[in-house]
């Protein structure tokens, strides 16, 4: 098996609260990599890790009660790069991480801490060993369930629904004549309802 030389974060993005960036730094304490951690004036955080080939310093930003983190570094150490992968998974992370080998790097693109894209490249050109387009999907319907639009369209039906009903009521008693434009009416807000909720 081909032994890594090294793993280059070509781009590595993280964004959480202050909770999970203390588990983000107690996850490298818990593989035994050494971490310090510094506090600002303005509130933001670098963390240095040390290993046996030097130190990386990941800036994380504060913006009200969330910190980000936007960089690029090499590592070098076999047992930093496995607790970076780590939390790339655990955080959500976004990034472009190249596995460095003799003769070739394997390309891995994670979108929210899964691997979405996999390719090898060579100096013969990149050949793709794996692409997930699931995720994008996924996001999409996410994105879809977290619009209100059709829940706020559905409850204001179901008042108009009530309202008709109520009508239907009163007309049966005392204006039967309208009964058939209501029950119209009611049968167009049944169908509008019954796509919104499909």
Request: charged share 30%; hydrophobic share 35%; net charge negative.
């Amino acid at each position: 098996m081909a032994q890594r030389l090294a793993t280059n974060y070509a781009q590595a993005y993280f964004t959480m609260n202050e909770e999970e960036l203390n588990r983000f730094v107690s996850l490298f304490t818990n593989e035994h990599i050494s971490v310090e951690v510094k506090i600002c004036e303005n509130g933001d955080r670098d963390v240095l890790l040390t290993d046996q080939s030097g130190e990386i310093q990941l800036t994380f930003h504060r913006l009200g009660n969330r910190y980000s983190c936007e960089s690029s570094y090499l590592i070098r150490d076999i047992q930093l790069a496995n607790a970076m992968r780590k939390a790339m998974k655990t955080f959500r992370g976004h990034g472009i991480v190249h596995r460095i080998y003799q003769g070739f790097t394997v390309v891995y693109h994670y979108d929210e801490g899964s691997v979405v894209k996999i390719q090898e490249v060579t100096d013969d050109g990149e050949v793709s060993i794996f692409e997930n387009a699931a995720p994008h999907a996924a996001k999409e319907l996410e994105n879809l369930f977290r619009q209100t639009g059709s829940e706020c369209e559905i409850d204001s039906i179901r008042q108009e629904t009530d309202r008709w009903l109520d009508l239907r009521n009163w007309a049966k008693g005392a204006a039967q004549e309208k009964l058939e434009m209501i029950d119209r009416k009611l049968c167009e807000l049944s169908r509008r309802l019954f796509e919104l909720e499909a």
